[in-house]
């Protein structure tokens, strides 16, 4: 089988996402590298994929490096191993990175290769749900800083990125069932059509059914690949994209990153965003109903600490806060999102009170 | 007396380089803040230009901070220092850093505003000669690692960048002369006629005349403009930029940082590039001993560490290396400079100890 290919421009960089399985069983022939040597940099949990890729790439790579992939190993000073060790490689502009892990994993390697000698290649291979719907698409990367998530970044776009949905066959069950929100969150903002068939495919999905998966994968890459080629700085529509994640970084953040995975924080944050919608954007009931079901039945998710003393002051040192106030996206409908700028911190507390799954 | 303006178009960032004496008399004029809040990065030799920005842009400053203009300060942890410093400060990607000092500070805070929020908008007021004429221009911006200078950074352009030449009046008369090299470069590898003024020129410049100050670093600005503006990434014209540089940084790094300054490293390595340019470039003898006549009058300059052993894992290190082996810059005549791809290793150790100056 041959992958599904979606390429993205990014001003003078080329994107070219690869979806289905068959990506990893050749994937030499997807990742890019010009002078022909790579740097591998995998998380421990990388497992099968890794290995492939290890295989495949071993004999041109003057690295291989495996990282930790935990929310607390995304620090400034885990790039600067990368970079160090890319350096004592001899790594050179013409060489490529490749990123094999979750989300953590490609964020890591993505901000080490923008950094090092002023920007070196870099290939993703995501091997979560989350990381293949999201995370390496787009050309976000960074690290935590105490203060916040994702503080300290660049934007730095794969030049591949290889979506085989056979990774995630071992994935363990919490982790599998995260992601699947951030793949769904994607239909819901801007693909009705992919969202009711994913929907009514929520079995065959939890089933681990590949062939739904790659369904709901290829749909959920070609939204944010068109969202993010329109605006690839974020400073307009790409924000959609951010639906449910501003109450779901602060759950997060609240849990000190342990009590809740990402995708479970999101989906919190998408209940949350769903109360606002209610009220602000015409959002129906129905449409509501629909979305929290399919949350239920990713589900149960632990609960989130919503108390207003732990929410408030992560609310205001978000990363969107401007002077005009805290941006929040809303659904007007499933497969219509839109961005309001000023939402008071008020109602988002109130929303995460009313938020509710199932 | 109302600056001259000249505009660089890099991507989607517009710099204005604002050149003439009056730039630090008003300068909320000229440099750029959407929020109208500023974030003030210092070194603390920048004295009186340091000064005359906290004057003006107190009212709104979220930051004032001082760092070490040294050479050994230009390191990721200091980069850490300034973004953590921001973040406390509660930075948003519509204020503006401002660094005032040398070129180390404007590639420290530059580096910084990169990768804070993932990109704030900065400013940049070189208050040294090589600053004025080179370090602030172009958006390279970075930090030194063990293996080597510049290995760590970023491509981001300043807004604006304020050079002027009476911020020059308290500089110590060796950072003054080696300073002049970078602005006579600019105007070796690209202008003959400005070559030829400013030559005519040396005495008053030595004599630290602000109108042949200002005639110089406008040409000099012009031309790093120019170039920057058709090759913002590097990849081929600007590179001759680099003019003298290969064997300067060598020179500068065998010296631990501590015997040369930066453009007396590469007054040295300029005199190198003029024998291999006599070798392989058709350069006259009469253009190589004009040059090396400034130089002289400019100079003297302490001796460089000329030994193989020293220089040459240096040169095999070096960032510009690629599989095609290591690019220089050759002058075909004043006014006329071409890059090399592939000059072997044996041949820059033979420039280095043929390289005179006087």
């Known amino acids: 089988m041959t992958p599904e290919r979606i390429a993205i421009r990014v001003r003078d960089t080329e994107s070219v996402v690869w979806v289905g399985r068959g990506a990893l069983d050749d994937p030499g022939r997807f990742l890019v590298s010009e002078s022909g040597r790579w740097l591998l940099v995998s998380s421990r949990n990388a497992g099968a994929a890794a290995a492939r890729l290890r295989d495949a790439l071993s004999p041109h790579a003057i690295l291989d490096l495996e990282i930790d992939d935990s929310e607390e190993a995304k620090t400034l000073e885990v790039v600067r191993t990368i970079a160090d060790r890319a350096l004592e490689a001899g790594v050179r502009r013409d060489d490529a990175f490749v990123a094999a892990g979750g989300g953590v994993v490609t964020d890591l390697v993505g901000f080490a290769a923008a950094i090092v000698l ?22 976000k990367t ?112 609240a849990g000190g990153y342990r009590t809740l995975r990402h995708g479970e924080a999101v989906a919190w944050g998408i209940a949350a965003a769903l109360a606002i919608s209610l009220d602000r954007a015409g959002l129906s009931d129905a449409d509501a109903v629909r979305i929290r079901s399919v949350l239920g039945r990713l589900g149960p998710f632990p609960e989130p600490d919503r108390s207003p003393g732990a929410l408030e002051p992560l609310l205001l040192r978000d990363k969107k806060a401007t002077s005009r106030g805290l941006a929040g996206v809303l659904l007007e409908a499933i497969g219509r999102a839109r961005v309001e700028e000023a939402i008071p911190v008020s109602d988002w507390i109130a929303a995460a009170e009313r938020a509710a799954i199932g």
């Not at 002023?118 to 990381?131: F, I, L, Q, S």
């Not at 009514?200 to 944010?224: I, M, N, T, Y």
């Open 118 to 139: 002023r920007g070196v290649p870099w290939n993703a291979v995501p091997t979560t749900v989350a990381g293949m719907a999201d995370a390496a698409i787009g050309g």
């Open 142 to 253: 960074g690290v935590d800083h105490p203060l916040g998530k994702n503080l300290i970044g660049a934007f730095h776009p794969p030049r591949a990125i290889l979506v085989d949905p056979s990774a995630a066959a071992t994935l363990p069950d919490r982790d599998y069932r995260s992601g699947l929100v951030e793949a769904f969150k994607a239909a819901w903002i801007a693909d009705e059509d992919l969202a009711r068939r994913a929907e009514s495919g929520v079995g065959r999905l939890l089933a681990r059914d590949e062939d739904a998966l790659f369904e709901l994968l290829l749909g959920a890459v070609r939204v944010k690949a068109e969202v993010v080629e329109s605006d690839p700085f974020e400073r307009g529509p790409r924000r959609v994209l951010n639906f449910g994640h501003t109450l779901g970084h602060a759950f997060e953040a």
